[in-house]
């Protein structure tokens, strides 16, 4: 079967790390454009960061650029979001998604995972 599972999610300070993981099932996310995406009450759905397909070129929001890492581990089918410095502003949910195109896009991801919860305290 096909999964997106998203986890390590939670409540952090201002300031403070979190390290979100995005495991795969059913297929290998080298074979996609891996996105992290974020959705806050009331707002849009932003595009935070993205893992390019085939290339593994790094792409990110202006708002988190120099605080977020993406990676991807092929050893375990897993991509990560390292979240550095978080300010409350980056209060969301997060999503991650693939996509079989080049880049990261919302309506061209095949695959989303359910979502998890990133709270940012002042």
């Known amino acids: 079967q096909v999964q997106l599972v998203e986890s390590g999610g939670g409540l952090v300070q201002s300031g403070g790390s979190l390290r979100l993981a995005c495991a795969a099932s059913g297929f290998t996310l080298l074979d996609y454009a891996i996105g992290w995406f974020r959705q806050a009450p009331g707002k849009e759905r932003e595009g935070v960061s993205c893992?390019?397909?085939?290339?593994?070129?790094?792409y990110y929001a202006r708002s988190v650029e120099g605080r977020f890492t993406i990676s991807r581990d092929s050893a375990t089918n897993t991509v990560y979001l390292q979240m550095n410095n978080l300010r409350p502003e980056d209060t969301a949910v997060y999503y991650c998604a693939a996509s079989p195109a080049y880049y990261c896009s919302p309506h061209g991801s095949t695959y989303w995972g359910q979502g998890t919860q990133v709270t940012v305290s002042s």
């Open positions: 893992l390019s397909n085939g290339d593994s070129r790094t």
